[in-house]
C-alpha cells in the first residue's frame, strides 16, 4: 500500500499575538515568535491572524504549553521547528527563538488500526454516518467531559470533538478536533485524517453494534405487511435487536459511501471488504 502522507502546507506568514501570552509573563520574561503553519491560525482570534507573533516567555515553560497558551491544542500539532531542527513539545525555549508549528500530517498514525472512536454530544449525525461505513464509533448523549475521558482513556479510543477546552485535558491521550459544521465536512475531515477500513452496512447506526443477516421468516411477524412485499433482505443488530432493510434512504446512504470510497479511488488506501449481503443493504432501520 503506497503510502498517501501529505508534508504540512507551508506557514503563511507570521501570525500571533503584540505582546505577553497570559500565563506566561512572569519570571524574567524574553521575547520569543511563534509561527502557525497550515489551517493552525482557526485557532487562534480572527483579530490576532494576520500580526506577528511576539509571545514574552517565562524562561521555564515547556514549548507544548507556549503553544497551547496561543490557544492551539497540542492534539492537531505535527511537527515542532527551531531554525529548521524539529524539537520535542518538551523543549525550553531561549531568548530570540522562533518557533514554527506545523499541523498534524495526514493521515495521521494512531496507537490503535484501525482507529476506535468516541465522540461527544454535539456529533450525533457524524457518529451515525461513521457507523453506515463501518467504522466502530462510540456515542453517548449523556455522558459529561469526565466520562468521555474515563470511556476514551478505558476503551483506547480517538475522541472526536469540536470542545477545544476537552482537547487540552492531560489525561486524554488520543483526541482530534473535528473540522466543519455540517456532517458531510465532518465527514469528510475524519475520513481524511485518519486511515479507515471501510464496511458499509456492517454495523448499527443507532447502537454501534455488528450486523448480521436474518431470514425473512424469522422476523416476518415484526414487519409491516408493506415492507414483506417489497423487501427480501434483512439484517439484524446481535445488540440492540433492531431489524434493516433497504428502504427509501438507501440511494442517499450508497452514494455517501461511494464519495467516502471515491477518497481512496487513487489507489493509495484500499478499503476492506465490499458490501456483504443483506448487510450491505441494510439501509433503514425496522421498528420492532
Known amino acids: 500500500m503506497r503510502s498517501r502522507e501529505r508534508s504540512a502546507r507551508p506557514c503563511a506568514g507570521q501570525f500571533g499575538f503584540g505582546g505577553a501570552v497570559a500565563g506566561l509573563s512572569y519570571g524574567g520574561p524574553v521575547p520569543v515568535e511563534v509561527r502557525l503553519c497550515g489551517d493552525l491560525v482557526r485557532f487562534v482570534p480572527a483579530r490576532l491572524r494576520n500580526?506577528?507573533?511576539?509571545?514574552?516567555?517565562?524562561?521555564?515553560?515547556?514549548?507544548?504549553?507556549?503553544?497551547?497558551?496561543?490557544?492551539?491544542?497540542?492534539?492537531?500539532?505535527?511537527?515542532?521547528?527551531?531554525?529548521?531542527?524539529?524539537?520535542?513539545?518538551?523543549?525550553?525555549?531561549?531568548?530570540?527563538?522562533?518557533?514554527?508549528?506545523?499541523?498534524?500530517?495526514?493521515?495521521?498514525?494512531?496507537?490503535?488500526?484501525?482507529?476506535?472512536?468516541?465522540?461527544?454530544?454535539?456529533?450525533?449525525?457524524?457518529?451515525?454516518?461513521?457507523?453506515?461505513?463501518?467504522?466502530?464509533?462510540?456515542?453517548?448523549?449523556?455522558?459529561?467531559?469526565?466520562?468521555?475521558?474515563?470511556?476514551?482513556?478505558?476503551?483506547?479510543?480517538?475522541?472526536l470533538t469540536k470542545d477545544r477546552g476537552l482537547l487540552r485535558r492531560r489525561a486524554l491521550p488520543y483526541a482530534a478536533y473535528v473540522r466543519g459544521s455540517r456532517v458531510e465536512a465532518q465527514l469528510t475531515d475524519v475520513l481524511d485524517r485518519f486511515e479507515l477500513p471501510l464496511a458499509p452496512y456492517t454495523r448499527c447506526p443507532v447502537c454501534n453494534g455488528t450486523l448480521a443477516t436474518v431470514a425473512k421468516d424469522e422476523i416476518a411477524h415484526l414487519l409491516e405487511p408493506g415492507t414483506r412485499r417489497s423487501y427480501d433482505d434483512y439484517a439484524r443488530c446481535t445488540q440492540c435487536l433492531q431489524t434493516y432493510w433497504p428502504g427509501a434512504h438507501a440511494k442517499r446512504l450508497d452514494d455517501v459511501i461511494r464519495l467516502a470510497r471515491a477518497r481512496f479511488s487513487n489507489g493509495t488506501v484500499s478499503p476492506t471488504s465490499p458490501d456483504r449481503g443483506s448487510e450491505a443493504r441494510a439501509a433503514e432501520k425496522g421498528r420492532t
Open 51 to 159: 500580526k506577528a507573533i511576539r509571545v514574552t516567555y517565562d524562561g521555564t515553560s515547556s514549548l507544548g504549553h507556549v503553544v497551547e497558551s496561543i490557544g492551539v491544542p497540542l492534539t492537531e500539532v505535527g511537527a515542532l521547528r527551531i531554525d529548521g531542527h524539529t524539537v520535542p513539545p518538551a523543549h525550553r525555549l531561549a531568548e530570540g527563538d522562533v518557533v514554527e508549528v506545523d499541523p498534524v500530517t495526514r493521515p495521521q498514525t494512531m496507537a490503535t488500526s484501525p482507529p476506535r472512536f468516541l465522540l461527544d454530544v454535539h456529533l450525533g449525525a457524524l457518529a451515525r454516518w461513521l457507523r453506515v461505513l463501518g467504522v466502530d464509533t462510540a456515542y453517548d448523549t449523556d455522558a459529561d467531559d469526565e466520562a468521555l475521558v474515563s470511556h476514551a482513556v478505558r476503551e483506547r479510543r480517538v475522541l
